[in-house]
């Protein structure tokens, strides 16, 4: 049974797991940044507390406040998902409200959709925003599928700064039922 959960330093094994899953590169919806050291347990403390005040982080340069919960399964990581408060214009054109990525080895098991939908639903509960914007790489179609599935309304694709093309959708969390998938 997955969880969403605050991001805690205690995961720091099974997180280290999957970031070697992931090549030691991004993950989705993670919120790591090039200069976090997540290669010893003291770094991914830093780390985790660096996560926890960015929810109540003024916004600067472009970077909103930002909420981050990670999909576990008892003590194992299997992925995040992270909700930004309100959009700039740049999340506005191509980043969107919503960023999450699941471990290699845990996807194809529901934990995206799935965290997706709760995510939603404790949103509608709490009254706002009405609708969140969710954008993917055109070609990751497990992503659309995902975001399809959970309610979203494809709007447009676009080029990005990258020269690829990425899908924009909306989910209307008004219409969110609580996770179950």
Do not use: K
Request: charged share 25%; glycine share 12%.
């Amino acid at each position: 049974m997955f969880e969403l959960v605050a991001p805690d330093a205690s995961f720091y094994p099974s997180f280290a797991e999957s970031h070697r899953e992931w090549g030691g590169a991004h993950q989705d919806g993670a919120g790591l940044v090039a200069d976090d050291d997540i290669t010893s347990p003291e770094g991914f403390a830093a780390w985790v507390r660096r996560l926890a005040e960015a929810e109540r982080a003024p916004a600067t340069d472009g970077i909103v406040p930002c909420t981050y919960r990670w999909i576990t399964e008892g003590s194992r990581y299997v992925g995040a998902i992270a909700f930004r408060h309100y959009l700039t214009p740049a999340l506005l054109n191509s980043g969107g409200h919503i960023g999450y990525g699941v471990r290699p080895s845990d996807r194809g098991r529901g934990a995206a959709p799935w965290a997706l939908q709760e995510v939603c639903a404790r949103l509608a509960a709490q009254g706002e925003p009405d609708r969140v914007l969710l954008t993917c790489d055109d070609a990751n179609t497990a992503s659309a599928r995902t975001i399809v599935r959970c309610g979203g309304l494809l709007e447009d694709v676009r080029m990005g700064a990258n020269g690829r093309h990425f899908r924009r959708y909306w989910i209307d969390v008004a219409r969110s039922e609580p996770a179950g998938l």
